[in-house]
């Protein structure tokens, strides 16, 4: 199959981006990143937007910045960007381990880090760390700017909190504590598929005990969050196995897990057990 027809808008500045958005948005004009998603999609035709506001060309948009809080991710910076740390951070090195599940290649060289948090698949690993580590967004369209907290940006599957005529030009993440561990796992039936379930945690060691503990979980259910009954049972601990069952067992028991072709409820619920379970061992690794 072939696209239906578009129009193809190639917007220099983000003034003018954001200025045709809001002309098309009511004609199904979409903004285009990198891609990955919304073109197969188009070529299908589950999707016949009349417009297409390419965003590629607009200087300034492929920006990482760190003001040593925050990391900026600008809309145009692709998945690859990521294959090296790109903060000396430990943020720089868990991006780094992420990314290389994201699909493959030279997916990972056109799709871009903002695209994937706008079409908010639900087993989407960016969506879970921007979930899990509470990343802001940055919209922009002809009102002027907005930032939308990650826990009101996802909405279901495949649906955020941006409105059609809004752009997301930026995330922000936190940067993590330099004593940080992080650790994630992902199953996917085949490398390069999107995961199955993922999990992904982060916390501090105080005095040998657990804190400031993130856990979050994607994939199963309609969209990635952290997990409050997984870090209550892992906070003030000790990391050991016993622990990380036990927060694994949460966790399983907390999802309300998506059924599909791929799995019914029980097996996704084992599956959120055990990417739990793994990626706090890697974390301890
Ligand atoms: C074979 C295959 C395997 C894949 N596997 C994975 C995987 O394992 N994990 C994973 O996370 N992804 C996977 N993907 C998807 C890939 O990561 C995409 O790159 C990503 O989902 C979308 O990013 P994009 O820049 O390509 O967005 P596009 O395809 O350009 O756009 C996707 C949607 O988001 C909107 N959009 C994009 N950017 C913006 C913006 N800045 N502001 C507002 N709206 C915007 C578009 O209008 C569109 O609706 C896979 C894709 C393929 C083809």
Redesign the pocket.
């Known amino acids: 199959m072939k696209p239906a027809s578009f129009v193809h808008h190639l917007p220099k500045t983000l003034a003018e981006a954001v200025r045709i958005l809001a002309e098309v948005a009511p004609q199904d004009g979409?903004?285009?990143?990198?891609?990955?998603?919304?073109?197969?999609?188009m070529a299908f035709r589950l999707?016949k937007?009349a417009h297409?506001?390419d965003?590629n060309e607009i200087a300034g948009?492929d920006r990482i910045a760190s003001d040593g809080k925050v990391l900026s991710i600008g809309?145009?910076v692709?998945?690859g960007a990521f294959h090296r740390a790109v903060v000396d951070n430990p943020l720089g090195r868990l991006l780094s381990s992420v990314a290389r599940?994201?699909?493959?290649y030279p997916?990972?060289m056109?799709?871009?880090?903002?695209?994937?948090?706008?079409?908010?698949?639900p087993?989407?690993?960016?969506?879970l760390l921007a979930a899990t580590l509470g990343a802001t967004m940055v919209?922009q369209s002809t009102r002027g700017e907005r930032l939308i907290a990650a826990q009101d940006f996802f909405t279901g599957i495949m649906s955020t909190a941006?409105a059609e005529d809004?752009?997301?030009?930026e995330a922000r993440l936190p940067l993590l504590a330099p004593d940080a561990k992080f650790g994630f796992n992902e199953f996917?039936r085949r490398a390069?598929?999107?995961?199955m379930s993922a999990a992904l945690v982060s916390y501090r060691l105080a005095g040998g005990f657990m804190t400031d503990v993130h856990v979050g979980v994607g994939g199963a259910e309609a969209v990635p969050r952290r997990i409050p009954a997984a870090e209550g049972a892992l906070e003030g601990q000790t990391p050991d196995d016993t622990v990380y069952r036990a927060a694994a067992e949460a966790a399983a028991a907390a999802v309300e897990p998506l059924v599909d072709h791929q799995t019914d409820a029980d097996y996704r619920r084992d599956l959120v057990r055990a990417v739990v379970r793994r990626a706090l061992q890697d974390a301890a690794k």
């Open positions: 979409r903004v285009l990143a990198g891609g990955q998603s919304l073109v197969p999609i999707a937007p297409l506001v965003i948009l809309a145009c692709r998945h599940h994201i699909a493959h997916i990972r056109r799709g871009t880090f903002c695209g994937s948090l706008a079409h908010a698949d087993a989407s690993e960016w969506c919209a941006l809004e752009l997301l030009v996917s390069g598929d999107f995961a």
